[in-house]
């Protein structure tokens, strides 16, 4: 996934074939946040299943730990990882391959 380059004469707009009038597309959309989500496995329970959960209940995913995860945004793979341990001592992806077809589904 590549990003345009930012010119250092204007680094609010750059020129498209597609710009508004005036011939500048503005790069306010790079401050949208957007919600990524990372999978790292799936399972299958019946309502029955759900319906049993208790705390401490463990559910076994289709995924081992070694597995990579995939990232989405609005149901579209824009990257694979691995999950690793920051320094804080919390979770995080290391991206390990940025998706070629932004219309795939992270399934």
């Known amino acids: 996934m590549a990003y345009p380059e930012m010119t250092p004469s204007d680094e609010n707009a750059v020129e498209s074939d597609d710009a508004l009038p005036g011939g500048k597309v503005y790069r306010s959309i ?18 029955s299943e759900i319906l049993e959960l208790r705390p401490d209940s463990v559910i076994a995913l289709s995924a081992r730990i070694e597995d990579p ?13 691995e999950l690793i ?11 390990t391959e940025i ?8 399934t």
Do not use: F, M
């Open 30 to 47: 790079y401050n949208v946040p957007v919600n990524v989500i990372v999978s790292i496995g799936q399972k299958r329970l019946t309502v």
């Open 69 to 81: 995860v995939s990232l989405t945004v609005d149901n579209k793979l824009i990257a694979r990882g």
């Open 85 to 95: 341990e920051t320094e804080e001592g919390g979770l995080g992806v290391k991206i």
């Open 99 to 106: 998706a070629e077809d932004p219309d795939a589904t992270g």
